[in-house]
């Protein structure tokens, strides 16, 4: 029941200014920073790792300002999926190469875990005239799965395939002409990960990248989505001319150091909260 209130509670956002939700987002964020003690944690932890260079000042201030940006972003899912089109259209800007989007060529979308990363597919998905794909995880709650996939579903008429339906329906829709969004920076499962480097720390890391885009013979388009006062800014990079190769843990690898270009350009805007690091190499015990 709680869970369902809440849930409305976002959807009803949808009608306030964005400043005023952006504002309301700083006090949901400074308020999480303080009260989830045990996720707090998990990122000055990730933070530590991979910015040792850092003061524990500016680790402070990132941490503080993630849980800013993870808060803003989850209110924003109020108009990005129950606004009014027109509104979503004025909030959600594409930017850069948005040529690498244009016809039927299989393409995989390096869509890394920003906290803007709905605003990304909806944008995507809204704004461009080809039905895209991507991989989707049920949610623990029920509630809240029926309204993260009716959202992530609002435009486009998207594929959404099961992470436990395999890779034949993923490659099917990739040759069809669908542009897959895939978010393959994250500790899923070890088993079928690969240790390579994540700012220098080895990191598990799901190949599916590199093996999406040779198994399907696709180019891979890395899309950055930035959160503005403004809303988005969605951004279309050049599609990787050295990508895939022979070599997936190298493929892999090189994902990560790209990656971590984009992280620098906006450090707190990236998915910290997450247990980037939780599975180690045989011997090593997890930071968290």
Not at 10 to 17: A, D, G, I, K, T
Not at 165 to 176: E, N
Not at 217 to 232: D, E, L, N, S, W
Request: glycine share 6%; hydrophobic share 45%.
């Amino acid at each position: 029941m709680l869970t369902r209130i809440a849930l409305k509670l976002v959807e009803w956002s949808r009608w306030l200014p964005l400043s005023w939700l952006r504002a309301l987002g700083a006090l949901l964020g400074h308020t999480l920073y303080w009260v989830v003690v045990s996720r707090r944690r998990v990122v000055t932890t990730n933070l530590r790792l991979c910015f040792p260079q850092w003061s524990e000042v500016q680790i402070q201030k990132t941490t503080l300002d993630t849980f800013i940006c993870f808060a803003q972003a989850w209110l924003d899912r109020g108009w990005l999926w129950h606004g009014a089109p027109d509104t979503v259209r004025s909030r959600v800007r594409l930017i850069g190469a948005l040529q690498e989007l244009d016809g039927d060529a299989p393409t995989v979308i390096f869509a890394p875990h920003f906290m803007g990363l709905d605003a990304g597919w909806t944008g995507l998905t809204q704004q461009i005239s080809r039905r895209f794909a991507t991989i989707y995880s049920p949610q623990a709650n029920a509630a809240a799965d029926v309204w993260v996939h009716a959202g992530r579903r609002r435009f486009g008429s998207p594929e959404m395939v099961a992470r436990l339906d395999g890779v034949k329906p993923i490659i099917a829709a990739l040759r069809g002409g669908e542009p897959l969004y895939l978010l393959p920076d994250m500790n899923f499962d070890p088993s079928e990960s690969v240790f390579v480097p994540f700012y220098g720390v080895l990191a598990a890391t799901i190949p599916s990248l590199s093996r999406f885009a040779r198994l399907s013979r696709a180019k891979v388009v890395p899309v950055i989505t930035r959160m503005t006062p403004q809303g988005y800014e969605v951004e279309i990079l050049p599609a990787w001319q050295d990508f895939p190769t022979a070599d997936s843990a190298a493929d892999t690898a090189l994902m990560n150091l790209r990656l971590q270009g984009y992280i620098d350009t906006m450090p707190s805007q990236y998915y910290w909260v997450h247990k980037r690091f939780k599975d180690r190499p045989s011997g090593e015990a997890a930071p968290y």
